[in-house]
């Protein structure tokens, strides 16, 4: 018999009075929602599996993805997007879009206040994205006929929480991406060759983690908001701040770096994608940031936080 759902009173009345029937109906729900959703993103005419999507190319000779943010979402997008292009050989073009709402936990705060993405950083991101050969056109949404929503990873029963941000793209595409592989092509700023690149969020933090012994190496580098800077410059009095007109610009300063440390916020999604010699702190409310591939380390506690960067700053690159 298929399952059917209770309305809000009949729901009461048995939570009240039959507990184990309640247990078991909300069970029951449960599946129905997983069923409903994955019948959703399963949809015949969803481009969800690689089949599909080579059919659409060769139909159309291109295709039109969008995608709404946050910043470092759509830069974990684009292992998947450059798996489609090495898979169907046509163009793809992203389309950003705009001003969505986004909801923040309490007590937390975003740069963007209450959107996941602006025109002011689509400007900041699209010099980035356009740099690589994969993408044909990046630019802000206005009325194109999509191919691919990669919006879905929102939908519903993805654990946006956990697991690694990377991979949400591929699950609702099918398409899996390579993601040990640089997907980031940029010119290193070799300026940078020497120097310790920085970049701490006021999300995400791991509150176990000090950053002062830093202050004994030379030549460390912020890169971020001045607000954040400021903090930091509390723990490492010697470090500078080095504001950006752009993403390509930040992306061309980590590439160059000597090595990264972020974490898990839009800067470390360029080190990423760049495989740079690179330090991720992990936050223990909210690990999806998985480093994978040449120079990926993270750390949880203290004491490997600075094994680790000692083991970097005397290395040879």
């Not at 009461?12 to 409903?36: A, H, I, V």
């Amino acid at each position: 018999m298929p399952f059917k759902k209770r309305p809000l009173i009949s729901k009461l009345w048995l939570k009240y009075t039959d507990r184990d029937t309640y247990k078991t109906y909300k069970w029951e729900l449960g599946n129905y929602k997983q069923s409903q959703f994955t019948n959703f993103l399963l949809g015949s005419q969803r481009l969800n599996n690689l089949s599909k999507i080579t059919g659409a190319a060769k139909n159309k000779g291109h295709l039109n993805v969008i995608h709404s943010g946050n910043a470092g979402d759509i830069m974990y997008a684009l292992p998947t997007l450059k798996k489609i292009h090495e898979q169907t050989g046509v163009p793809v073009n992203l389309y950003l879009g705009l001003n969505k709402p986004m909801l923040l936990q309490h007590n937390t705060t975003h740069p963007l206040g209450n959107v996941m993405f602006n025109q002011k950083m689509a400007d900041m991101i699209t010099p980035l994205i356009r740099q690589q050969a994969y993408i044909n056109i990046c630019q802000p949404y206005t009325d194109e006929v999509i191919d691919i929503d990669l919006d879905y990873f929102r939908a519903g029963l993805i654990p946006l929480d956990k697991g690694n941000i990377a991979r949400w793209c591929g699950y609702i595409t099918g398409v899996t991406p390579d993601l040990w592989q640089n997907w980031l092509s940029v010119k290193p700023d070799t300026d940078y060759a020497d120097t310790i690149v920085i970049a701490r969020s006021a999300r995400y933090q791991n509150k176990q983690i000090d950053y002062s012994f830093i202050s004994q190496y030379q030549n460390v580098v912020f890169i971020g908001v001045e607000t954040e800077y400021s903090e930091i410059k509390k723990m490492i009095p010697n470090i500078r701040w080095e504001p950006v007109n752009d993403f390509l610009q930040m992306a061309c300063i980590i590439a160059g770096c000597k090595f990264f440390i972020g974490n898990q916020s839009f800067p470390f999604s360029i080190a990423e994608g760049l495989k740079v010699p690179r330090v991720l702190e992990l936050s223990f409310d909210v690990i999806n940031v998985v480093p994978e591939g040449p120079g990926g380390n993270d750390f949880l506690f203290q004491q490997h936080f600075e094994s680790l960067v000692a083991a970097l700053y005397h290395a040879e690159r």
